[in-house]
Structures are given as structure tokens and as C-alpha cells.
């Protein structure tokens, strides 16, 4: 056994999390996944969950579902996920739709409050997607775009929010987490830099929720969406959320008008009203199969806590980069995320032009990063799931495959 | 035996689609599911599907999913809708998100066609979510609601469209077939109607997909949406689909731009640009879980031929007219459907104050109908998991309620 999987072999061995790992389905010919960002895996209780719902609750109650739980679902599974993970009361989050059609439901309603002002400030190198629901938004209401430059490394900054947000100022929209370099924005700090310009925030959490402990309710978050497939496990495409602040929500209003976000679903009336609270993000029927397996990585949360969750992935990514030090970057790669541990989520980007040629060969050797173009390599290290020995495994690999082309 | 059991007896003895009913989920407690317009019953293989997915899909292929099936299975499953259920050729629907959502991006992308036209012609008495859409839709871009009013049975006619379309008509949105009276409006000549007067069309086809054949490229539809828990199948709050017209598609634009939408996906470009073809519509990452459940149903209904369905679905709603005139009429009940099996979609309304009351008795007795307030049963008849037998029995249960409270 090589020095670095003796240290990781200790590491499991003093892991009080890892008795939780074998409660996800094991993939014998995975030898390291290290892509929980981008999909977390499925709890091995998640088929029978999935066969149980067909078979005892929409085959056998059938439509009278709908009036023994359903209809309360998309608030329920939000108001636990509130309390699980992203520190809120309850009556703030609802689950449904995809991220982008929450983002586009909470960019809108926010740039609705007040007419006057009309630019949205955003980080440049935020994820794709919400760049073009902002550009759409854009284009569609006459907003203005500010953009915030990358900064170099780390994420975006409160002085740098303070300087870009005035009284013209919508609504600034920031990743908790950066989906290349995994460094943190510090939420309450920016959060309270945009509220002192006047302006409301959304954050987009897809890459902090369920690694790490958030305080939406204590840090004064006015909006907020997310995903579920990535450290929420809920698996590909799995339902979006969207926390609102309750004092907020009375004068939020999105404009896709659909019978789930009405007062009363079932009255069928004349004119929409919408639900006094959260539910009024939702529009049409949201997918009761696809919320299930969700609620299985939540009861595993509650029984961990996010506070273990969070130290086992800060000593994950902190065992990638001690590894970089030691071997990869005298093969030329470069770390492309934050080394202090506070400041960088769960997942380790490193930069190398030969990386994309690598993917194939990694595949085969049962090792499956994420990659981003154009060089990027990112070893997303989903805490629950992820053994330090997976993680060594991995990298040996990467190491290995290296030196062939360096 | 009464006498009309002894009839439906015989007709599911002759009826050649009664060998598939076992290919539907059995449970034993319920007599008599009526509500197969409202959410369709699983087939029996769809939990080992569900849990197969999770196991050997999500499970063991993880991230691998997507570059394997996955990213395409919006489109995939689009184009075995379109072939089996909709009369669609390849490259024109696309599965995700939820009916309204969609309903909102077709009315938009139709809108958006010529900004000189401003008015959207709907019928008053559609589904509350698509008037609620519309709603929403005027209020934001200065759109004018024109409602139709509702014909006193039957659906809306080409001469009602055609007196209401003209220059200022820049779509005209319809349901196929009326949620309430089963109602079917003639898509062909009410597109042609619309089309006359420079209008588009978006059509809802949550109530008529899978219950009758469609031919949406031959009756020359531009948009049309629907949903699959009805006779499709999906489950609860399964994904939706839209159908745009192939000469149409490249000048469709809608305003909810999300990486699952654009062009290059994997780019992650600077600026948004849509996909060449149907993509376009979607925005953020649908469920591929979600998708599953509807596979079983086309399958079964490539299998079968939806005019076969259909036949079969003329047969059973005429049954349910035969007996409202031979003992419910007597008993106050009106019929709220069309009586010309050519006009009727595959559910029939039968109004009567007591039935409200009714629906606790009839639940304990294991008949499940719909009801739409303030006193409509609808009866839902699903073709291929529904027998006459059921619809008998069901029938039964609504006469001896109805006898204890005339």
C-alpha cells in the first residue's frame, strides 16, 4: 500500500461517518466516483421506496392521493428540507419545477417589487444557465445587466457588491458556492451588502445545499433556489426549490399563473389568486414520483447533521489538495479552488490541458470525475457517499494516467 | 345479474382490448376506478421499472447516465409520443417541466411571432390553469383576452373562431376536449379557422392524448401541450410535453433560457442561444425518474393502436349513456356530455346536486369517480384498464346513493 493510501485508510478507519457510506447502493465496477456534485448516488433503500410509491400509493390510492398527502407535498418535503438543511422556518420553501424555472419565477417577482429599479448585478462567472435566465429576463423586461469580473480566487465579495449595487439596483443573484472553483460567498455578508443598497438577493445554493449547514432564516436571504440531485441524492433532473423569506412573500408575484399556485386549487375560479403563501411559486403539477427518493438523503441528513457532514467534506477536499502538493503539481496541474478550508465547498478543480484526453481511460479504469471545459478537473466529494480510500483510489488513477501524457 | 350487468358482461366478452386490462396494476379493494381522466392507474410492470431505473440506471451508471440516453430522453420520448399518440413526425416534442409551464412558453413563443399582434382568443370555460396562465400572460406583456363564450354543448366551433380571430389575433388557445362536458372541439377546422385569419394555434391536449388518435401534422397545429397522468399513465404530476410544428420551431422563441435549451449544453457559452429544434422549450434539467412510468403506457399503446382505444372508449362512455337514460334521468341527473359519440371526448359528466354528498358513501363502497364542483361526477373511463363490468358495478353504486337521497 502506498504512503497516501495508508493515510486514507486512517482516515476512514477514524471516520465516524463512514458506517453511513453503505447506506448508498453499491457499484462494484465504481472503484472512486467523485461526481456527488454533479449527481449524488442513490441510497440503497431508494428502489424499493420507488416500486413501494407505484405499487401502495399511486397504484392502490390512485387519486386519492392527491387528498391524503400530495396536494401538501411540494410544502412539505419543502418545509423539511428547510429544517434538514438550509436553516428555515417553515412555510418558505416549496419544491417543484426545475432551477431555472424557479430562478426565472424568483428573478421575476423580485424585479417586480419595484418598478424604479431595473438592474440585476450577477457574477460573470456564474453557472451558465443562470446567466441565460438573466440575459432572457433581460430581454424580456428592459433590465440591465451588471455583471460582477471573477474574481481571482475565492468568491465574489461583499465590497464588490457594496461597489456594483445602488439605488437602481434590483436584485443581485450569486452561486453560494462557484460550480467551477467551489469557493463560498460569504451569504450573510452580501446579503446584507445588497439590502443596504436597497436590493434584493437570490441565491442559487445547487452547490452548497446538503454539504454544508446553511442559515437562510438568520441570514436575512430574501430568495433563494436550488437543485436536489447533487448532495440532495434526489437523482437526475429530480425536482428544484425556492425559499422565499415569510415576511416577503405577500408581495412576491411570478407570472406563470398555474392552478398549484392558486388560493384554492380545487374552487376553479374566475381569476387567479394566489396562495397566501410559498405554494404561490409553484404553476402547474409538480412530479410526486420524482420527489421521493429526496426524501430519502433528507432522513439520512437529520440523522447525521450538516455540521458532520461539513467537517468530513472540508477533510475530503483537504486530502485532494495535500495530494496536489505532493504529486500533481509537479506534473504541471494547477488548483483552481481555494486552499482555505472556510472558503471552498466540497468539491477540488484542478486545471490540466491533458485532462480531457484522460476521461475515456479514467472511465475504464472505474474512476468518474467531472470535467468542465476547457481543462478542468473537478473531484466532487460527496461526504456521506465518498470513502478517503475512493478518493486515493481516484487519484492514483489521475497520477497514473498523468504520467503517461506528461 | 341485473340486466345491465348481464350486458356489460357481454361486452367485455366481446370486447378485444379486455386481455390488456392485466397489464394495469390490480387492487382488489376498488370496485369500480372512474378516475382514469384525472390520473391514469400504473401498469403492473412499472414498479420493477421504477426500481430497475433507480438501481441500474441512476445507480450504476451515475454521471455516465447522461452522455448515455439521458440528455437525449427529453426528445426520445417526445418522438414516441408524437409517433404513437399525437401524429407527429420526429424532431417536434419534447417532454418536461409541467402543462403550465409549457402552456406559458408556447403562448409566449406565439406571441413573440408578430409583435403587431396582440390578442389571445380563448375559450371562457377551459381548465382554470390555462385561463390562469393567459391571465398572467396579459398582465405582463399588455396582451387582450378574448374570451369565447361556452357553447351550450359541444365544443368551440371554427365559425365561433373564426368571427372572434382577425388582424389583432396573434393566437387562439383551445382545449381538444372540454375538462368538464368531454366536449371535442374539430382541431382541423378550427386551426384552419385561425390560420385564415393569420393566427396561431396552441392547442392543450391533456384531456384527448392517448384516449383517441391525433394527427397534429396532418390538421397543420403549430403549438400544442398536454400532460401524460391522464391516459398516459405518467403518475402523479408526471412531465408534460409540447408539440411545435418543424417549419415553425426555428422561429420560436421562448423566454425561460436554461442550459437544457440552449444550442451547446456542454459549451457553456457566454451568451444564450437556442437549440436548432424542439430543445429550445426546455429549460432547466427535467426528471428522467419521472419519465419512466410513461414508457409502460406507449408501449402498450404502440401495442394496441389508439384506434382501437378509441373504439373501445366510444363503447364505454355510450354505455354510460345508456344507462343515465334507462334509470339516471328518472333520478334528476343531467347529462352534461355530448350525446354524439363523434363529439365525445372518453369521460362522461352527469350533474346532480346530491352528488357532492355522495362521494364519502361511494368511496367506502370502493367507486372511485371525479367530481367538479358544484355537481358534476365525471366519469372517467380509461379504455384500456377499465371494463363494462366496472363501469356497471360503479354505476350501480351511483343509482342506490342517488335512490337514498331523491
Given at each position: 500500500m502506498t504512503t497516501t493510501g495508508e493515510r486514507a485508510a486512517a482516515l476512514d478507519r477514524e471516520?465516524?461517518?463512514?458506517?453511513?457510506?453503505?447506506r448508498f447502493l453499491a457499484v462494484p465496477?465504481?472503484?472512486?466516483?467523485?461526481?456527488g456534485n454533479s449527481l449524488g448516488r442513490p441510497l440503497d433503500r431508494t428502489p424499493d421506496r420507488m416500486a413501494g410509491f407505484v405499487r401502495d400509493q399511486w397504484g392502490a390510492r390512485l387519486i386519492r392521493g392527491w387528498d391524503e398527502g400530495w396536494m401538501e407535498a411540494p410544502v412539505r418535503v419543502g418545509d423539511e428540507l428547510g429544517r434538514i438543511a438550509l436553516g428555515a422556518a417553515p412555510g418558505q420553501v416549496v419544491v417543484g419545477d426545475s432551477t431555472s424555472v424557479l430562478l426565472y419565477k424568483a428573478v421575476r417577482a423580485a424585479l417586480a417589487l419595484d418598478r424604479g429599479r431595473t438592474e440585476i448585478v450577477f457574477a460573470a462567472a456564474d453557472f451558465p444557465t443562470d446567466r441565460f435566465v438573466l440575459q432572457g429576463i433581460a430581454a424580456e423586461t428592459g433590465a440591465v445587466l451588471v455583471p460582477l469580473p471573477a474574481p481571482h480566487d475565492g468568491g465574489v465579495t461583499s465590497e464588490q457588491v457594496a461597489a456594483a449595487a445602488?439605488?437602481?439596483?434590483?436584485v443581485v443573484v450569486l452561486s453560494h458556492i462557484a460550480y467551477r472553483s467551489a469557493a463560498i460567498t460569504d451569504v450573510r455578508a452580501v446579503t446584507a451588502a445588497a439590502h443596504e443598497a436597497g436590493a434584493m438577493v437570490v441565491w442559487d445554493l445547487s452547490h452548497s445545499v446538503g454539504a454544508l449547514p446553511l442559515a437562510l432564516d438568520a441570514w436575512r436571504v430574501d430568495l433563494a433556489v436550488g437543485c436536489t440531485y447533487k448532495y440532495l441524492n434526489g437523482g437526475p433532473g429530480s425536482p428544484a426549490f425556492l425559499y422565499a423569506r415569510a415576511d416577503l412573500l405577500p408581495r412576491l408575484e411570478q407570472p406563470i399563473q398555474g392552478w398549484m399556485g392558486a388560493?384554492?386549487?380545487?374552487?376553479?375560479?374566475e381569476r387567479y389568486a394566489p396562495d397566501a403563501?410559498?405554494?404561490?411559486?409553484?404553476?402547474g403539477t409538480p412530479s410526486i414520483v420524482a420527489m421521493q427518493p429526496v426524501l430519502d438523503m433528507l432522513g439520512l441528513l437529520d440523522e447525521v447533521g450538516l455540521t458532520a457532514v461539513r467537517a468530513k467534506s472540508e477533510q475530503l477536499t483537504r486530502f485532494v489538495i495535500e495530494r496536489f502538493d505532493a504529486e500533481l503539481a509537479a506534473l504541471g496541474v494547477r488548483l483552481a479552488s481555494p486552499r482555505d478550508d472556510r472558503l471552498r465547498g466540497s468539491h477540488v478543480t484542478l486545471d490540466h490541458p491533458a485532462f480531457e484526453s484522460m476521461l475515456p481511460a479514467l472511465h475504464r479504469r472505474g474512476v468518474i470525475p467531472d470535467f468542465r471545459r476547457p481543462d478542468g478537473l473537478r473531484i466532487g466529494l460527496s461526504p456521506l457517499s465518498t470513502s478517503f480510500a475512493e478518493v486515493d483510489a481516484g487519484l492514483d488513477a489521475v497520477v497514473e494516467e498523468l504520467r503517461f501524457r506528461v
Open positions: 471516520d465516524p461517518l463512514m458506517p453511513f457510506r453503505s465496477e465504481v472503484l472512486a466516483y467523485l461526481d445602488g439605488p437602481r439596483t434590483a388560493d384554492r386549487p380545487f374552487e376553479m375560479g403563501g410559498v405554494r404561490r411559486f409553484l404553476s
